[in-house]
């Protein structure tokens, strides 16, 4: 599915990159090979970069959560499988949903892509004309998400750090989201993976939501 992003209304709204930074890994060594454990307490969050042929980068962070469904729960894996268990229970299948929560804001460009002259900044004119799809994802394999529902959309003003200044400056603003996205018998192994693309159909920036 794809929409265009829309503050004032509730509407709907990556694929194979992804910068996972806030769970916790622990490695041990078990008799006959070792044994690699995954902690998703708080949920899988997700960060990555993006870029506009208009020269504008960005940053995406976000969080997939259900409830206390990612408390406790832990991937293991060793020489032989991989499996998702919460204490002595094995999981295998997402909750009936799952919650996605993500903000964007512009930023600097890395210095390879960085045009010369002023600095351009994310306004809502870009949000509105980019487009994000959701996909369900396993193997290489890559299948719609149906019925997302967007449940929160607002903006927020960035204050700058040199408050003086703060006059001289371009207005700078933080947008942020959150989806509710059905789940239900989908195999915890898939992945919740994101594109959004840019209005000619350029891939302004991917990532995946994975455990």
Not at 155 to 160: E, G, K, L, M
Request: net charge positive; hydrophobic share 40%; aromatic share 10%.
């Amino acid at each position: 599915m794809s929409r265009r992003f829309k503050l004032a209304a509730i509407l709907l709204l990556s694929l194979f990159a992804l910068d996972p930074v806030a769970f916790s890994q622990s490695t041990r060594h078990e008799k006959g090979g070792k044994e690699t454990v995954w902690n998703y307490d708080g949920g899988v969050f997700f960060v990555t970069d993006g870029s506009l042929p208009n020269g504008v980068c960005f940053r995406i962070t976000g969080r997939m959560s259900s409830g206390n469904f990612f408390d406790g729960l832990r991937r293991i894996d060793t020489d032989q499988a991989t499996a998702f268990m919460r204490d002595a229970e094995t999981v295998t299948k997402f909750p009936d949903s799952v919650t996605v929560s993500f903000t964007i804001h512009d930023q600097l460009c890395p210095s390879g892509l960085q045009q010369t002259g002023a600095h351009p900044y994310m306004t809502q004119r870009m949000i509105d004309d980019l487009r994000l799809s959701i996909y369900w994802k396993h193997g290489v394999g890559l299948r719609p998400a149906k019925n997302v529902k967007e449940v929160e959309a607002r903006v927020d003003p960035i204050n700058p750090y040199a408050m003086a200044l703060a006059a001289e400056l371009p207005p700078r603003y933080e947008w942020s989201y959150k989806l509710v996205v059905p789940s239900a018998s989908v195999p915890i192994t898939d992945s919740l993976a994101f594109v959004l693309r840019a209005p000619d159909g350029r891939i302004a920036a991917r990532v995946s939501a994975r455990l």
